[in-house]
T-cell receptor, first 116, second 117 residues
Framework: AQTVTQSQPEMSVQEAETVTLSCTYD???????LFWYKQPPSRQMILVIR??????QNATENRFSVNFQKAAKSFSLKISDSQLGDAAMYFC?????????????FGQGTRLTINP | EAGVAQSPRYKIIEKRQSVAFWCNPI?????LYWYQQILGQGPKLLIQ????????DSQLPKDRFSAERLKGVDSTLKIQPAKLEDSAVYLC???????????????FGPGTRLTVL
């Protein structure tokens, strides 16, 4: 079974600075998807960024980028120019590429605080 | 496009009582998921439907939890009887993805926070 580990329960950063959230995962599959989700106090999970394992190029979405190290099974999220609205819980998630069930396997989450 | 709707937003019950949660997915989405998120943890899948059939319910505690998706649209998740450890946020998500098909994003609802006293 796949597992996802986020070793940083909490992180804080000054507004406008850069922060990196860590995630490692365990799988025997060669093709899969990895995601970062943001969960603000409203509880609604919002997709931040997605990475396909077969793509060597790291995904980017505006101020958000990932460092995907497939051999090391590492998938970190970098947030540049942090804004107050970035404060939330961030979850790393894994999904199998093949098969009928497309469930997301989530890590424990990292609470990100932005200091003004 | 309207998002995934859930109700109620909050529910407080005594242990051994019954409770039901409702989810209305995004129109046209064939696949519907129920996740349980215990405080301080990431969400865990309870059950996945494709249309009105069950794809995965391997982590659903079937002695007390049940779910249905009549007519392949709305879904109801029920707990009977509730235990203290069922206190959690119950998230519903939907996607247009079909089993074995190409990837499509899962969209989440706002969740129902359940407190069992």
């Amino acid at each position: 079974a796949q597992t996802v580990t986020q070793s940083q329960p909490e992180m804080s950063v000054q507004e406008a600075e850069t922060v990196t959230l860590s995630c490692t995962y365990d799988t025997s599959e060669s093709d899969y998807y990895l995601f970062w989700y943001k969960q603000p106090p409203s509880r609604q999970m919002i997709l931040v960024i997605r990475q396909e394992a077969y793509k060597q190029q790291n995904a980017t979405e505006n101020r958000f980028s990932v460092n995907f190290q497939k051999a090391a099974k590492s998938f970190s999220l970098k947030i540049s120019d942090s804004q107050l609205g970035d404060a939330a819980m961030y979850f790393c998630a894994y999904r199998s590429f093949y098969g009928g069930a497309q469930k997301l396997v989530f890590g424990q989450g990292t609470r990100l605080t932005i200091n003004p | 496009e309207a998002g995934v709707a859930q109700s109620p937003r909050y529910k407080i019950i005594e242990k051994r009582q019954s409770v039901a949660f409702w989810c209305n997915p995004i129109s046209g989405h064939a696949t519907l998921y129920w996740y349980q998120q215990i405080l301080g943890q990431g969400p865990k899948l309870l059950i996945q439907f494709q249309n009105n059939g069950v794809v995965d319910d391997s982590q659903l505690p079937k002695d007390r939890f049940s779910a249905e998706r009549l007519k392949g649209v709305d879904s109801t998740l029920k707990i009977q009887p509730a235990k203290l450890e069922d206190s959690a946020v119950y998230l519903c998500a939907s996607s247009s993805e079909l089993a074995g098909g190409p990837y499509n994003e899962q969209f989440f609802g706002p969740g129902t926070r359940l407190t069992v006293l």
